[in-house]
């Protein structure tokens, strides 16, 4: 057995809100116990009143969350001012919580701490991590890098990290009743299990290909020997920063890519921070979009997703999409879910936020990368 409920709510008042997600869950519940779940809230909420009342409601769950920069359900849509909670439920698949403290002091200590505690001292084989880190405490790369080792490399890693609408100043995560900034949650999967993933941005390259030749973390100093700054100038004529025209970097192993997107420029020294860590070596393309090819890689992710799901039916689905997406959206924003919607077609609980990083292989079996204005599809069950 496998089971999965979604609720989600839009009243701005906290303890209405929790209320009704928990009126929502328990009728779904229909008297079955949930083993673990997954909460995400915007701004502005009560959040240690939100996860005391969980606590009170199922006392034994293992659940974990975040801020967000928009939330998505399968009840409500797409929505910028709400909650929503996923609960699974399984007498085949055990599912534990894990949490590491003080990222971005030492993120390979606070990785192995929650993938210890999620672990245990009882026998546990993983399959699946779902983890919402901190989205600014800590380089995605390196939470990433530090779960790859703390699992080992047969144990895929999706998800995202939190947000707190664009503001930029300080994300929350969610273990348990424990509100924590500065943190990385992880769900870790195992048993009878079956996923999927699926990525896409709607970015194609504009430019050729050229070799980052010098750089350090998210700093670009060069490329093909040349300022990065002038790489840019050549394809965009004096454009500056700008989500835009993130630069596409291949992984070596295939012909697949993820993006960054441009944070700052200083054009005196030549060279562009960018909102993530751009490996020396890698090869790079300038990339453009429009909002119709961010809308249309919706049902691209997802359609992935569900060409390589090993069974016939998931039980539920992730929805791990970018804030800078939404940014560039705007009032278009909703019909992502909605062409999304449209895509599942069953009537499969599905959960999603608008983060600051996604999380997620470019190709099933691959190990995990830290990606930008992309959206990362997850199915789950065990049908």
């Known amino acids: 057995m496998f089971k999965v409920v979604v609720a989600h709510s839009n009243d701005p008042d906290s303890s209405s809100a929790i209320q009704e997600v928990i009126d929502q869950c328990l009728g779904d519940l229909d008297g079955v116990q949930p083993q673990a779940g997954l909460l995400l809230a915007a701004l502005d909420f009560d959040y240690a009143l939100l996860l005391a009342r969980l606590h009170e409601t199922f006392p034994n769950l293992q659940l ?6 928009g939330e998505m359900s399968s009840v409500l849509g797409f ?10 439920c399984s007498d085949t698949v055990q599912i534990r919580a894990g949490v590491g403290l003080g990222v971005s ?3 390979a200590a606070a990785t192995q701490a929650a993938v210890d505690q999620a ?3 009882r026998p ?3 399959k ?10 800590v380089s995605g790369v390196a939470a990433i890098a530090g779960l790859k080792q703390a699992l080992g490399p047969e144990v895929a890693i999706v998800g995202g990290t939190s947000g707190d609408q664009w503001n930029f100043r300080q994300t929350y995560q969610f273990f348990g009743d424990q509100v924590l900034s500065d943190a990385i949650v992880i769900l870790l999967f195992s048993g009878d299990l079956k996923f999927s993933h699926g990525v896409a941005s709607g970015w194609y390259p504009m430019s050729r290909k050229a070799v980052v030749t010098k750089a350090k973390g998210a700093l670009v100093y060069e490329i093909d020997h040349r300022p990065a700054v002038e790489f840019y100038d ?14 596409a970097v291949f992984d070596q192993a295939s012909d697949e890519f993820y993006l960054r997107a441009s944070n700052a420029w200083d054009r005196e020294q030549g060279t562009i921070l960018f909102m993530g860590d751009v490996p020396e070596g890698a090869t790079v393309q300038i990339t453009h979009t429009t909002c119709d090819d961010i809308i249309a890689a919706t049902k691209t992710s997802i359609e992935k997703a569900r060409s390589h799901y090993p069974g016939e039916q998931p039980a539920a689905i992730f929805l791990f999409s970018c804030a800078a ?10 019909e992502e879910y909605e062409l999304g919607q449209q895509s599942i077609g069953e009537d499969i609980p599905t959960i999603g936020f608008y983060t600051y990083g996604e999380i997620s292989p470019l190709a099933p079996g691959g190990e995990a990368f830290y990606h930008q204005e992309t959206l990362v599809t997850l199915l789950l069950g065990v049908e």
């Open 64 to 69: 974990i969350g975040g801020t967000t920069d």
């Open 79 to 88: 929505e910028e001012d709400s909650i929503t909670l996923m609960l699974f």
């Open 105 to 107: 002091q030492d993120v």
């Open 119 to 121: 672990g245990g001292d």
């Open 124 to 126: 546990f084989d993983p």
């Open 128 to 137: 699946l991590c779902i983890t919402v880190p901190d989205g600014l405490t």
């Open 234 to 247: 050549h394809y965009l004529n004096g454009l500056t920063v700008s989500g835009e025209y993130p630069l």
């Open 325 to 334: 997406r939404r940014r560039l959206l705007g009032t278009r924003t909703c």
